[in-house]
């Protein structure tokens, strides 16, 4: 089957309909990039399990029909169930719009836009240049101080008449000795095909610390690529903790790079996948100055015909002695139509280090059922206990308290869909 190709000729219509703004340059440079090299295929090796033809597709048709903007005025509701479904002080990217009007102006957090500065971007990805190139604005936000709540960024797009495309770019910068929290919320509704792509900036600086939670809960079907490219300084810690629920194609790029001694990132992530989902997550950590600590832990739960992917890569430069990297992914398959392509990989270029990784892929244990309905459960019931168990190490992690209830309702609420689809 033939794969369908971006239109270069509707990308271009759509960016030069944009407006003559302080990001025209940087629109057409993404432009000339994406003219040159085009979007990534199933034969680069990063891609090989994941199609974008989906994306390619919604794109096309979107173009074709003008590459318009969706008013978010019905979304008015959808906002406020799910900014107060967490105690934050959010900010709204609402179809690709930054709406600023649910934010309370906070000491120690200064927020901007892309084109109060039109620094350029750095254009080295081919969706960082498709972001770039449909970019409305973008947002900034530096965080000096700590705060009484934690920064929520809510992403929230809606499609109803036709196939509907949005990016959102945001640049977030900790500065020395500074303590954040910061939450990240994807969510759509409508019933068309929507594709949303996403870029993220994050520098920790100096004896900072960043707590970070992403929580995906697209409507199934919808399409998302997204990226997280993460920079720390010298003493600088994350804690971060990734939830993917919803979805029909999703693709998560983790990017950190520790160019400081005594960096500690910790990052951790969870992907619950039914029939007809896909999620990929790739993540590459860059040690290239020691000592520095990185440790990831991936945990999935699929059912029907999904399919995930999980690509742990940690690099030791040379030069980076004292390095510790540490990978580990465990998977649950409630399906034998399920599939999973797990692959760590440690390269290692210096002396001592300490690196560790491991994969497992398993079903439920059947003593542990038969236990279970022994005592009373049904299969289901005892199902559902198993599999809460799974995620609940990981959820039990979230860096952030105010999100921890949200998460668990949220992850019980979709292991129930996942295990009634596979029992009916």
Same mark, same amino acid.
Request: glycine share 6%; charged share 20%; hydrophobic share 40%.
């Given at each position: 089957?033939?794969?369908?190709?971006?239109?270069?000729?509707?990308?271009?219509?759509?960016?030069?309909?944009?407006?003559?703004?302080?990001?025209?340059?940087?629109?057409?440079?993404?432009?000339?990039?994406?003219?040159?090299?085009?979007?990534?295929?199933?034969?680069?090796?990063?891609?090989?399990?994941?199609?974008?033809?989906?994306?390619?597709?919604?794109?096309?048709?979107?173009?074709?029909?003008?590459?318009?903007?969706?008013?978010?005025?019905?979304?008015?509701?959808?906002?406020?169930?799910?900014?107060?479904?967490?105690?934050?002080?959010?900010?709204?990217?609402?179809?690709?719009?930054?709406?600023?009007?649910?934010?309370?102006?906070?000491?120690?957090?200064?927020?901007?836009?892309?084109?109060?500065?039109?620094?350029?971007?750095?254009?080295?990805?081919?969706?960082?240049?498709?972001?770039?190139?449909?970019?409305?604005?973008?947002?900034?936000?530096?965080?000096?101080?700590?705060?009484?709540?934690?920064?929520?960024?809510?992403?929230?797009?809606?499609?109803?008449?036709?196939?509907?495309?949005?990016?959102?770019?945001?640049?977030?910068?900790?500065?020395p000795g500074c303590d954040a929290q910061i939450i990240e919320y994807h969510s759509s509704t409508g019933n068309n095909d929507h594709y949303s792509n996403s870029v993220v900036a994050l520098q920790i600086s100096k004896a900072a610390t960043a707590n970070y939670v992403r929580i995906q809960n697209r409507r199934i079907g919808h399409v998302q690529t997204g990226r997280i490219s993460i920079t720390m300084d010298t003493d600088s810690k994350l804690a971060m903790a990734s939830f993917d629920l919803g979805g029909g194609l999703i693709r998560n790029d983790v990017d950190i790079d520790l160019s400081h001694p005594g960096a500690d990132a910790n990052f951790n992530g969870l992907y619950l996948a039914?029939?007809?989902?896909?999620?990929?997550?790739?993540?590459?950590?860059?040690?290239?100055?020691?000592?520095?600590?990185?440790?990831?832990?991936?945990?999935?739960?699929?059912?029907?015909?999904?399919?995930?992917?999980?690509?742990?890569?940690?690099?030791?430069?040379?030069?980076?002695?004292?390095?510790?990297?540490?990978?580990?992914?465990?998977?649950?398959?409630?399906?034998?139509?399920?599939?999973?392509?797990?692959?760590?990989?440690?390269?290692?270029?210096?002396?001592?280090?300490?690196?560790?990784?491991?994969? *497992? +892929?398993?079903? !439920?244990? =059947? %003593?542990? $059922?038969?236990? #279970?309905?022994?005592? &009373?459960?049904?299969?289901?019931?005892?199902?559902?206990?198993?599999?809460?168990?799974?995620?609940?190490?990981?959820?039990?992690?979230?860096?952030?308290?105010?999100?921890?209830? *949200? +998460?668990?309702? !949220?992850? =019980? %609420?979709? $292991?129930?869909? #996942?295990?009634?689809? &596979?029992?009916?």
């Amino acid at each position: 089957m033939k794969r369908p190709s971006l239109s270069m000729a509707g990308l271009r219509d759509a960016v030069r309909s944009m407006p003559d703004d302080s990001l025209t340059a940087i629109r057409e440079a993404a432009l000339a990039n994406l003219d040159e090299h085009g979007l990534p295929t199933v034969r680069d090796e990063d891609w090989k399990y994941t199609d974008l033809s989906p994306a390619i597709d919604i794109s096309n048709r979107w173009f074709a029909a003008g590459a318009t903007s969706t008013s978010t005025d019905s979304l008015a509701a959808s906002i406020e169930a799910l900014t107060s479904s967490i105690d934050a002080n959010w900010l709204v990217i609402a179809n690709g719009i930054i709406d600023t009007s649910h934010y309370e102006e906070t000491a120690g957090v200064d927020i901007g836009r892309f084109s109060d500065n039109a620094a350029p971007f750095v254009l080295d990805r081919p969706l960082a240049d498709l972001n770039a190139a449909l970019l409305h604005d973008g947002l900034r936000i530096r965080i000096h101080a700590a705060t009484d709540k934690p920064i929520g960024i809510l992403v929230v797009d809606e499609t109803c008449e036709a196939a509907v495309v949005t990016q959102v770019s945001i640049e977030i910068e900790i500065a020395p000795g500074c303590d954040a929290q910061i939450i990240e919320y994807h969510s759509s509704t409508g019933n068309n095909d929507h594709y949303s792509n996403s870029v993220v900036a994050l520098q920790i600086s100096k004896a900072a610390t960043a707590n970070y939670v992403r929580i995906q809960n697209r409507r199934i079907g919808h399409v998302q690529t997204g990226r997280i490219s993460i920079t720390m300084d010298t003493d600088s810690k994350l804690a971060m903790a990734s939830f993917d629920l919803g979805g029909g194609l999703i693709r998560n790029d983790v990017d950190i790079d520790l160019s400081h001694p005594g960096a500690d990132a910790n990052f951790n992530g969870l992907y619950l996948a039914g029939d007809g989902q896909h999620i990929d997550n790739h993540t590459r950590v860059d040690h290239r100055v020691g000592p520095a600590t990185s440790s990831q832990e991936y945990r999935g739960i699929l059912n029907g015909r999904s399919r995930c992917v999980w690509n742990g890569k940690a690099i030791v430069h040379a030069g980076a002695d004292g390095s510790d990297a540490k990978q580990a992914n465990h998977n649950l398959l409630l399906s034998d139509k399920a599939e999973i392509d797990a692959k760590p990989e440690l390269e290692i270029y210096a002396d001592e280090v300490k690196c560790s990784h491991g994969t *497992t +892929i398993g079903q !439920l244990d =059947d %003593a542990a $059922l038969f236990y #279970l309905r022994s005592r &009373g459960l049904d299969r289901q019931q005892a199902t559902h206990i198993l599999t809460r168990a799974f995620a609940a190490d990981l959820v039990s992690r979230t860096p952030i308290p105010q999100a921890l209830e *949200t +998460i668990t309702a !949220l992850v =019980d %609420a979709r $292991l129930a869909e #996942l295990i009634q689809d &596979g029992m009916s």
